[in-house]
């Protein structure tokens, strides 16, 4: 177990490593000069060179490509005296912030939008796949089912705007968003998570419905479930303990990574909903082609999906019985 | 429990059978045509008594079984009467079934593996049928319950191995445990459908001992299915054989295995090896014929 953890362990450093050397190559060798962007609009040549200097960008690739990883260990200096302590990942074109803490500070909005909407996709999609399986065929499944093709295919941004209209504008349901902090006020705080949350809640539990209801209907047909029933267990207790279980394995896997995947930043419902997350983040770091801001963002959705991959393979292990212990006895 | 079952049983006239089918159908119905795979099959077993259903695959064993159990596939169909111990099973609604489920019928399957979950521990799985059945006993008990059924089918060890999963028992092991599981409700009567096909040649007379054993020690009693002619010799008294859905045989084992009417009986037979050998152990088995008269058997 030990040797096995030392083992992923050790293939998660080597893929953070090809990661980083990839990012570097894409963003600083074959994008544009960073440093004629740094300059703006009244720009010598003798400025560029001052800029290209205290970026180290007249070094050779691997000599940069160093200092660039050991600033993400140990810290790094620019020029003169420009001290970014680690992990360092460089500062905005734009603001001059720190990429490090524009992540730290945008991270929290991220995390609950995620959270928020993990909790809900896991329920409906749960809850909804399991009724669909027990009643296949009946009119319930199909109508979840057609449920769940509208929500499979209907876009993140057209739901929101749907949803903002209706629920803000014409039921005035939900109150007009405005950026409160959760201990402020609770209740406000709440409300305008919501909506971002069912819309990118909705996409996700479609996919859960559909791939919850396959699960539980091949559990249905396995042998351990007419044992169940033939023991006199009552539905509920069959479906729930001997067909919903078995069908959470491969679920609990997926759901490791698309969690991973969102915590790196949901960029369309951030953006659209106004969140000061870090999909909001990188896509107004991509449009002004803020590279260090992007390659800090691309690092960041790299390493929570690599580390995501691990703890779900963990996590696998451990809900396992046939791979936790072995045939040994 | 036990005891006033037996009681009972002494009581009831010798020609009361504990399990009446009369007349059972089954049948999958599609649009086009209906496909019956048991065709009005009738049968009695006396109360304690052990009946082998013997036939070929598809022969309709399983189904005949599952509809006692009303435990049918979807899109099966039954037709018939089946009395147990005065209880008309058809007539049963689901939620009364499932008290007859398990805790007075149980039932035991082929392939052991696939028939308990692998996400739980057997003594978990044991202890879910006991707790199902008896209303408010704590976890703590049904685990004891657990251990204790385990010990009855002669587990070793069962204190540490109630906590294994299924993986970890050979596939023997595994049919103690289902056995076990059917054991802990004390049921009067156990079906057993093909509980040692899976199973190799040594592995499967230990199982069919304990079957019998059980039997003895509870006189529940046991309906054994299977295609192998020599398992039924040992452990059942009397005998119906099955072929596409009818019946084409029944009496005492004796009978059916000196004097065999049909054709097909005789061809079953001519598959089982040294059929004298068994005979001369049935002969010498202290169970048979020890409880109750020999009866008519299935009418038909
Ligand atoms: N779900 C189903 N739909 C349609 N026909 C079925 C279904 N299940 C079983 N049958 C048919 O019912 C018949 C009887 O099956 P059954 O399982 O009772 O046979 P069996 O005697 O138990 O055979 P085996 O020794 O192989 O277990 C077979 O011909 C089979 O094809
Ligand atoms: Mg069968």
Redesign the pocket.
Known sequence: MTRQVLKRLAGMVVVLLLVCLFTYVIFFVLSPDPAVQICGKNCTPAKIDQIRDNLGLNRPFWAQFWTFLSGLFVGRTYGEGIQCSAPCLGYSFQSSQSVTSMMVQRFPVSLTVAVGAAVLWLLAGLVSGLIGAINEGKFIDRFISGLTFAGMSIPNYVLALVLQFVLVVTLRWLPFPQAVAFGDDPVQWFLNFLMPWIVLAVGYAASYTRLTRANVIEALQENYVRTARSKGLRPSVVWRRHALRPALTPIVTIFGMDFAGLLGGAVITETVFGLNGIGKMASDAITKNDQPVIMGVTLLAAFLVVVGNMVVDLVYTAIDPRVRIGASA | MTNSQRDQTLDQPADRPMLSVRDLTVA?PTAKAT?E?VHHLSFDLPPGGALGIV??????????SLAIMNLL?P??TRSGSIVFRDTELTALREPAMRTVRGSRIAMIFQDPLSCLNPYYTVGDQIAEAYRAHRHGVSRRQAHRVAIESMERVHIRDAARRVNYYPHQFSGGMRQRVMIAMALSMEPELIIAD?PTTALDVTVQAQILGLLTEIRENTGAGLIL?T?DLAVVSETTDQIIV?RH?DLVESGPVEQIFSEPRADYTRMLLDAVPRIDDAIDDMRTLPSSAAHETPTEGARL
């Open positions: 999958f496909n795979v036939g070929e695959s598809g022969s309709g064993k399983s189904m005949t596939p899109g099966a093909e299915i295609h099955m859905g």
